[in-house]
């Protein structure tokens, strides 16, 4: 598919089947004797993934932090809140289009960032980043992506794209990924804040797997002209020095929040901390002017035993005050979690690792239908417990079980 192809694609935003068109077009298949090829059920689809991926490129996506505690926190903490359908509602007609960061979105759902998505399919960020583009959903792109830049954005045409910054040590490379970021036409910078060091991850210690030392991973900083002007050769002719020269400057752990005034006078996109999770860090984030957040614990590969983000949403929706959109990464995985999430007051949620299962199944394909099946979810979920778009959507919806 040509770059054009694809922005002609992006162009389509809202062409999103609804959850009833979806549904058709997959019973419609099985009459002929077609099966999903991507599960729906999201256990099988996890478990197809792990079938066809190696063991350590498995549980790189897969695993957690320590116990592992904070990723089943973050799945318990949906299952506390059940929704409570209204009856007799004309639905007929629906739109969950969102406005945001200057973007018209079709639904208010966004490909959070995966690095390394070259160990999952040879696609990789590259079929990701098509899969996006041609149903109108925001794609963040790792720092830590297989595919560069550029390269992402020239598959995408003109859709929306966001680019998550992890802030390196050193501030000419970190300035050089935001001018390159902005150049290609990335429309909003994630800045990452809780992996400022790697936490401790057993199933990753156990592979003694780290897939950048092994230059996976890495291709931001190979083509990146103040990373390579540090070496004295090209990346590739010298792997070892490259690697090196990456691990000295990855882990920033002395980044403050008087940093935030040199990452503005870096770029001119909207800056959102991804992150957050307690309200005086919102608050704060809010004091220095940011233009978003985003409350994340990192799909609980960092801290273990940490709070579920859709605990820590109210407190931090409450000390900003709607001064600024609040997004909700780390747990979502299914129609119902996106309605809940908003209902408590999220303007948008960002999707992990279903869709990295999806492209570890089927590639390019399986990212499309991961997010094609997650929004069809999604509204007739909307449709049937009573509303016609997000706005309608209120703390009233739910009740805590």
Not at 17 to 36: C, D, F, H, M, T
Not at 130 to 156: H, N, Q
Not at 200 to 222: C, I, K, Q, S, V
């Amino acid at each position: 598919m040509s770059s054009a192809d694809v922005s002609k694609q992006a162009g389509l935003q809202g062409k999103l089947k609804n959850g009833a068109e979806r549904q058709a077009e997959i019973y419609v298949a099985g009459v002929k004797g077609l099966k999903p090829r991507v599960p729906t059920r999201l256990d099988v689809l996890e478990q197809r993934a792990k079938e066809v991926l190696k063991p350590e490129a498995y549980d790189y996506v897969a695993g957690s932090a320590g116990s592992e505690d904070t990723y089943r926190a973050n799945l318990e903490a949906f299952r506390r809140w059940r929704i409570v359908p209204h009856m007799l509602h004309n639905v007929e007609h629906r739109d969950h289009s969102i406005e945001l960061w200057n973007s018209k979105l079709p639904a208010p759902v966004a490909l959070a960032p995966v690095g390394v998505q070259g160990i999952i399919h040879k696609d990789a960020e590259i079929g990701t980043g098509r899969a996006a583009a041609s149903l109108g959903v925001p794609f963040t792109l790792s720092t830590v992506s297989s595919r560069s830049i550029e390269d992402v954005a020239k598959a995408m045409g003109d859709a929306t794209r966001w680019f998550q910054l992890y802030w390196a040590q050193h501030p000419e490379i970190t300035a050089s990924f935001l001018a390159r970021a902005e150049r290609a036409g990335y429309s909003a910078v994630l800045v990452t804040l809780d992996t400022t060091i790697l936490a401790w991850r057993p199933r990753d210690l156990d592979h003694a797997y780290l897939p950048f030392l092994t230059a996976e991973g890495l291709a931001n900083y190979y083509s990146d002209p103040v990373f390579c002007s540090e070496l004295k050769c090209k990346p590739e002719e010298n792997r070892t020095a490259a690697v090196k020269l990456w691990k000295s400057i990855f882990s920033n752990t002395r980044l403050t929040w008087d940093d935030i005034a040199w990452l503005r006078a870096h770029t001119r996109l909207p800056i959102i901390l991804k992150g957050i999770v307690r309200g005086d860090d919102a608050a704060r984030a809010v004091d220095h002017g940011v233009d978003g957040i985003v409350v994340s614990n990192h799909g609980g590969r960092q801290v273990d035993g940490a709070i579920a983000t859709l605990e820590a949403l109210p407190g931090v929706l409450e000390a900003v005050g709607g001064k600024m959109p609040v997004l909700l990464d780390s747990g979502i995985r299914r129609g119902a979690d996106a309605l809940k999430a908003l209902a408590l007051g999220a303007k948008a949620v960002l999707l992990g690792r279903p869709y990295i299962y999806g492209l570890a199944v089927a590639g390019e394909d399986g990212v499309r239908e991961v997010v094609e099946n997650f929004v069809a979810d999604f509204d007739l979920t909307m449709a049937l417990s009573g509303y016609t778009g997000v706005s309608e959507l209120s703390p009233a919806a739910l009740v805590r079980d």
